[in-house]
Every structure is written in structure tokens, then in C-alpha cells.
């Protein structure tokens, strides 16, 4: 799982942990052997928390810097998945034992973490090689703080004296062997916790006797585990010495593998001022031959290309200069290195290239990003050409990482076309790598809510291609999704479970490879929808009215992120990432970019008299049955009333008629929904979820009118220092209610 700074999450941490206590406390008070005074004592916290967060700020003051973003990442790991993953372990153990009679290996991790936070720099100038650096020193001291905690508590608790000859020949004739090691662990990583503060402060103090790679630490705990088995007391090494060789295998000595991603372009124009500073032409304008014949045979060249004295462009160096820092802080802190917008096979090799000027020979793998859907049906063609360059099969040693995006898919094309370029991206990807006989690996880019390729993990896993879940899955968690997997001790656990069972099951017992029929359906569907989607985006008048009838102009006020909402300073969508574009539409209720298009495909179909065809398709075929039913819980959330108060209040007479087109097109999106699923009303088969959307709506509904009536009055007063604090109270409240905003 990949923890992402996606700015998603309106909640100040603050109050966020503020919450966790009153579900803490909550949850004391369920206890039925409390005493009076207990009871008291819980009532008395309870309304104390309360009135604390009522006289907290709700709103963000300060934009959060990149570092900001991962010092909130750290602490959910350092708070809960630090006591998390070794409960999720013993778990999966005993049950692993229960039912094959073997135990998990002690030093596997089944679950690991990567992060974006500090790394993602596509579009972010705030993300600085500088910033990525910081970041990675960072986890590490958070890393060397949780163990020396642990260490702590081991010294402690290891006080015998039997140990075996393989310890003791270490040991000497220490009477307490055992401490001896744990002692040593112990002042090596007070050393490490001081140097890594020295390093942070922009010194350069002497790494002599600092823990620099995790075999350092794990070597001496694995003696001590295979001692005191030997000696008969395996009842202890199973205890915190083994959950401390768990939490080693799963986070390393840098607590998260930190994920670098920037745009494919920025790489290109790197290249390009370099081959003009050396007078080899221009790498802009060569075609793909071109590029790919210059690319190999310099990754086939051992002589530098960059020269020393190089002098490059402020943007140009800031790429250059976060290969030089990947290359100084080392491969256990870093993971993929993600590369946005990828196209074509010369956008992974110009990656590999730079990696191979700046010495970068161990890890940080590169991993091509499609996202829009034009690329995504070119994904399979770019890895096969990869694949049949000597030089790039023998260097990925049989894996292959590609990463899908949902976000940018779904925005180029609407959610239905998305999806099923999804889910034939990963067949084609499947079918190719076993067919070269590599292991792949995909990465699902994927948000809080439906427009973003968000749902439920289990069905969302389950209902992927055949095949295309091969023992392993990577995904992105982020925004408010983090806190809502991960925010609780026991929903962190459960999320842990659902993913290791779903993976599990999906390796093992993969859905059936979906009918021809069915595909070729789908494919009928898929074109109506993006076609009709594309069509009323084009809409002489839809810019002007998504930015008058949504808040997307003042969401940019909001500052829930160190990311800028657009990637180039320009008022058209394409330049708009998908995060505000889903949470404009999500402030206003109508959720228009994961529905549109959808019901005018479905309803071509029934008319074709094919009712009958997606019935079926909706009983048997996971994949689509997964689809209808995420709109069917996006329909569900809507209310198409209270986007019309947007309308009445915000637009222009002109632009009215196109707001209610929109509407209209949602109900009959609402109606066709109902005829496949066989309901009367929506989530009929779903009652907990209707129940929560039902208690929440009257709480958002009258939200949304007096941000509606804010709107008004700030377009009209744009100086009103009160009214925009009280709209952005309004988004919280908004974002809070639906739940999934981004």
C-alpha cells in the first residue's frame, strides 16, 4: 500500500486525532464491567473532548509544505501501523497454521508500505530534490525512534542466561548473553537517532557506528531468536523479539519506501538541453526511432553523457539534481520511480539513462504511469517494445512494474470507458508478461470515490481480470482514505485483512474470463459513454458553467494540500487535475463525473431490445457487476435537488438550460440503474449504507444551502474576509458528509 499526499483530506489533523479519542472513548464506554466512577470518568473525558474540538479552528491557516504531508504519513504509521502489522501477522499465521500446517516465515513481509509524500513531484514545485531528502532522513529518525523504543523494552525483557554456543561464542561469558546483544543494538541506535538529527540540521557528522542498512539490525535478532528456540524457550522468542523481526521485514531501519514521480515531459526537456549543449542535435525533435537509438546506445555507453560542466536550465537541474540525491541517500529508502503521463517505450529508457549518469545501479525501479485512455490502450504495445531491447530485458531481471491511473482515465473519458481500458490494460499486460515469462506487477493509481476508481477493496480487487492478480497488488491509499483504513487500531487491522484475503482469492480462485458476448457489449457501452461524456464536456458553454454553478474557482482557497489544483495556469479542464474536478461536483451533490455518459449507453442497449444481455452480464460477470453497483452507491449519495439550488443562485439564465439538462440526464442514469439491479429504489439489497447516507443527508443538506447563499455573496464581495471563512467550513462539513471526496 502506497500512502499518497493527495490533497483530499479537508480534516485539520488536529481534529482528526481529536475524533480518534472520542471513538476511543466510545468504545470504553461499550464495556459492561465499568464501576460509577469509570463510567464517570469516561462521561467526563467524552465532554471534554467535545468542547475541545468545538473551540478548535476548523479551517487550515497555512498551506501544508511536502513535509508537512509526510510528518501526517509518519504518524499514522508511527500510531497505528507500527502495533497494527505484527497483530495483522500473528493472525495470518495462526491461521496459516491452522490450515496447512506451516507457519509465515518469520522475516516475510506479506504487507509492506511506499509513500508519495515528499516524493510526488509531478506538477509540485514544492517538491525539491532538498524536500525529498528531508523526507527521507526524516522516516529514518521516526524509523530509529520506534525501535529504540522496542530495543528498550527487549533489553528488559530478555534477562536469561541459557543461550546457545552460536550466541555465546559472540557473547563471551556474559551472565545475561542475551543483553549483551540487545545492549549493543540499543547504543548503536541512540547513535543512529543522533546522527540522523545532525544530518536533518544540515550538518555533516561521522556515521561511525550508525545503523546504514537493515541486515545491521536484523543479523543480531535473528541470532537471538534461533538461541532461545534452541534452548527451549520458543514461547519467548515468539513474544516482542519476533513482532520486532516483523516490523523490521515490513518497514526497514526507513519506517516506508518513498515512491519519486514526475512527469515524462521533464525528462525529455532535460535530455534536450543536453544533447544541444553537446552539439548532437535536439532531442525534442526526434522522433521515436530517433530517441530510443540515441537512448540505448548511450545506456550501452560506459563513458558519462552529462558532462561536469554542464550548465542547465533552473528546471532542468532540479530533474538532475533529484537523480543525484536518489543516488546519495540509497536504495532501502527509495521504491519505484514513477514516471507520469508515460506514452512511449523512450519515456522508461530516458529514466534509465538519467539513473545511469548519477550511479543509481540498486533499486529504485522505474515504472511507466498510463493514465489517460489513449495511453492506456497503448500500454501493452510500449511494454512489449520495451521487452524486445536486449539491454532493457536483461536489466528488469524478469519484473515488471506498470502503474494504472483511475483519476486521469476517468476524467479523459468518463467512468465506464475508464474502467473497461482498464480492465483490458491489465489483460493485455497479463497475457504479454507470462507470455515473455515476467512477473508482473500493477499498480493501481487509484482515489477515495468512484470517479477515481475508489470503492470497496474486496469487490474492487475480486472483480479484476483474471490473472491480472498474480500473488501481488500495489495501490495507492490517500487523502481521506488514509485516516478511514487506517485512522483506528481495529479498522486498520480489518483493512489489512480484506486486502490480504482479497489478494489471496484473487490469486487463487480468480473470477472466469468474461464471454465474448460480454465483451463485445461492453465495448458498445464503453464507446456511447465516452463519446456522450466527451460530447457535453465539449459543450460550448460547459466551462462557464461547471465554474459558475460548482465552487472549483474557490476551492483553490482551501488548503488542504501542497500541490497546486492545476498543472499549467490556464481555465480549461485539461490543465485541471481530477481531484478538484471530482471535488467541485462532489460540493454540490450532482457527482457528474462518475455517472455521465453511463445511463445514455445502457438505455442504447435496452432499446436495442438487449435488456435481458446486461442482466446477465450484471448477475455473472464480476467486473460489471462491481461497476453498476459503485454507481448505484454514487447515485445514491447524490441529490440532484441541491444542485439546482447551485443553479438558481450562482448562474446565468443562458447557463440554466445546460444545468438541467445535466439533472435530467442523472435521473435517467438513476432509472436504468434500477432496471439492471432489479431494485425499486437505490441500495435496497445495501440497508447499512442506505441508513448512513439517509442519517448523514439531513445534516449536509442544509450545508449546502448556506454555502450556496456564501457563494452568492463572496462572488459579490469577494473581500469579505468572514464570508470565506465560513465557505470553507462549509466544504469541511460538505467533504465530511460524503465521505469519500477525492
Known amino acids: 500500500m502506497v500512502l499518497t499526499a493527495h490533497p483530499t483530506e479537508v480534516m485539520r489533523r488536529t481534529l482528526i486525532q481529536k475524533y480518534n479519542q472520542v471513538a476511543a472513548t466510545l468504545q470504553q464506554r461499550d464495556r459492561q464491567d465499568l464501576t460509577l466512577d469509570e463510567q464517570n470518568n469516561v462521561f467526563e473525558t467524552l465532554n471534554r473532548e467535545i468542547v475541545a474540538i468545538w473551540q478548535t479552528d476548523e479551517i487550515r491557516r497555512k498551506q501544508p509544505t ?11 504509521m508511527e500510531q497505528i501501523l507500527w502495533d497494527t502489522v505484527p497483530k495483522f501477522l500473528r493472525s495470518l499465521d495462526s491461521d ?10 518469520i522475516d516475510i513481509a506479506p504487507i509492506s508500505f511506499g509513500s508519495w509524500m515528499g516524493g510526488d513531484r509531478d506538477g509540485n514545485p514544492n517538491v525539491t530534490a532538498e524536500i525529498t531528502w528531508q523526507t527521507c532522513v526524516l522516516a529514518r529518525w521516526q524509523a530509529a525512534s520506534l525501535y529504540f523504543q522496542e530495543l528498550n523494552a527487549l533489553y528488559y525483557e530478555l534477562s536469561m542466561n541459557k543461550c546457545s ?33 545532525e544530518v536533518f540540521a544540515g550538518n555533516n557528522p561521522s556515521n561511525d557506528g550508525v545503523f546504514q542498512r537493515s541486515s545491521e539490525l536484523s543479523e543480531p535478532l535473528h541470532l537471538c531468536y534461533r538461541s532461545l528456540v534452541e534452548t527451549n524457550s520458543r514461547v519467548i522468542a515468539n513474544g516482542r523479539l519476533l513482532d520486532l523481526i516483523r516490523r523490521l521485514a515490513c518497514f526497514g531501519l526507513t519506517l516506508v519506501k518513498l515512491d519519486l514521480r514526475q512527469e515524462s515531459t521533464r525528462h525529455a526537456e ?13 532531442y525534442s525533435n526526434w522522433n521515436e526511432k530517433e530517441r530510443q537509438e540515441f537512448l540505448i546506445k548511450e545506456l550501452n555507453n560506459r563513458r558519462p553523457l552529462v558532462p561536469h560542466n554542464f550548465a542547465a536550465s533552473q528546471e532542468v537541474k532540479e530533474v538532475l539534481d533529484t537523480f543525484a540525491m536518489a543516488a546519495k541517500i540509497g536504495d532501502e529508502s527509495l521504491g519505484a520511480y514513477v514516471i507520469s503521463m508515460s506514452e512511449y517505450p523512450s519515456d522508461v529508457l530516458a529514466v534509465e539513462l538519467l539513473k545511469k549518469e548519477f550511479g543509481i545501479t540498486k533499486g529504485l525501479r522505474v515504472v511507466p504511469l498510463f493514465e489517460r ?28 512494474e506498470v502503474m494504472i491511473g483511475y483519476s486521469d482515465s476517468a476524467k479523459d473519458g468518463g467512468l465506464l470507458t475508464a474502467a473497461w ?9 497479463a497475457k504479454l508478461c507470462k507470455k515473455e515469462n515476467i512477473k508482473l506487477t500493477l499498480f493501481h493509481g ?53 486486502y490480504a484475503s482479497a489478494t489471496l482469492k484473487a490469486t487463487l480462485l480468480p473470477p ?11 465495448e458498445e457501452l464503453a464507446n456511447t459513454a465516452c463519446l456522450v461524456y466527451r460530447e457535453v464536456l465539449s459543450h460550448k458553454d460547459f466551462i462557464a458553467y461547471f465554474r459558475a454553478a460548482t465552487p472549483e474557482i474557490e476551492l483553490g482557497t482551501l488548503k488542504i494540500g501542497s500541490r497546486p489544483a492545476r498543472r499549467r495556469l490556464d481555465s480549461g479542464l485539461k490543465s485541471l487535475r481530477a481531484i478538484p474536478w471530482i471535488f467541485a461536483w462532489t460540493q454540490t451533490r450532482l457527482m457528474l463525473p462518475s455517472w455521465l455518459g453511463v445511463g445514455d449507453a445502457l438505455n442504447k442497449i435496452i432499446q436495442q431490445g438487449r435488456e435481458a444481455e446486461l442482466v446477465t452480464m450484471y448477475k455473472e460477470w464480476p467486473f460489471f457487476k462491481t461497476t453498476i453497483d459503485l454507481l448505484e452507491m454514487v447515485l445514491a449519495k447524490a441529490e440532484p435537488a441541491i444542485a439546482a439550488q447551485y443553479d438558481k443562485a450562482l448562474i446565468s439564465e443562458e447557463l440554466k438550460s445546460l444545468g438541467a439538462d445535466l439533472r435530467n440526464r442523472f435521473d435517467e442514469t438513476v432509472k436504468v440503474i434500477l432496471k439492471i439491479v432489479g431494485h425499486q429504489k437505490l441500495l435496497e439489497s445495501n440497508s447499512v449504507l442506505r441508513r448512513s447516507i439517509d442519517v448523514r443527508n439531513p445534516y449536509v443538506d442544509p450545508i449546502n444551502l448556506v454555502q450556496v447563499e456564501i457563494l452568492r455573496r463572496l462572488r459579490a464581495n469577494s473581500e469579505d474576509s468572514t464570508l470565506q471563512d465560513a465557505l470553507l467550513v462549509t466544504f469541511n462539513g460538505v467533504a465530511a458528509g460524503m465521505r469519500n471526496t477525492g
Not at 496447512?100 to 516465515?105: A, E, I, K, V
Open 373 to 400: 485512455i489513449d495511453d492506456l490502450n497503448r500500454a501493452e504495445s510500449v511494454i512489449a517494445d520495451l521487452l524486445k531491447i536486449d539491454w532493457y530485458h536483461n536489466h528488469i531481471q524478469r519484473k515488471q
Open 96 to 105: 496459516l497454521n491452522k490450515f496447512t500446517g506451516r507457519s509465515l516465515p
Open 446 to 498: 487509484r482515489g477515495g470515490t468512484v470517479g477515481r476508481g475508489g470503492g470497496p477493496t474486496y469487490q474492487a480487487i475480486h472483480s479484476q481480470p483474471p490473472g491480472s492478480i498474480d500473488g501481488q497488488i500495489r495501490v495507492t491509499e490517500q487523502g481521506e482514505m488514509i485516516q478511514a483504513k487506517f485512522g483506528i487500531p481495529g479498522i486498520a487491522l480489518r483493512t489489512l485483512e480484506l
Open 512 to 522: 472466469s474470463a468474461p464471454k465474448a458476448e460480454w465483451r463485445s457489449l461492453m
Open 270 to 282: 532535460a535530455l534536450n538541453e543536453i544533447t544541444e549543449y553537446l552539439s548532437l542535435g535536439s
Open 421 to 429: 481500458s482498464l480492465y483490458k490494460t491489465q489483460e493485455n499486460l
Open 165 to 197: 554456543d552460536e550466541l555465546r561464542d559472540k557473547v563471551g561469558n556474559s551472565y545475561e548473553p542475551y543483553r549483551v546483544i540487545i545492549g549493543n543494538l540499543r547504543k548503536r541506535m541512540t547513535k543512529t537517532i543522533k546522527y540522523l538529527e
Open 66 to 76: 511536502p513535509l508537512d504531508e509526510a510528518r501526517r504519513g509518519f504518524v499514522v
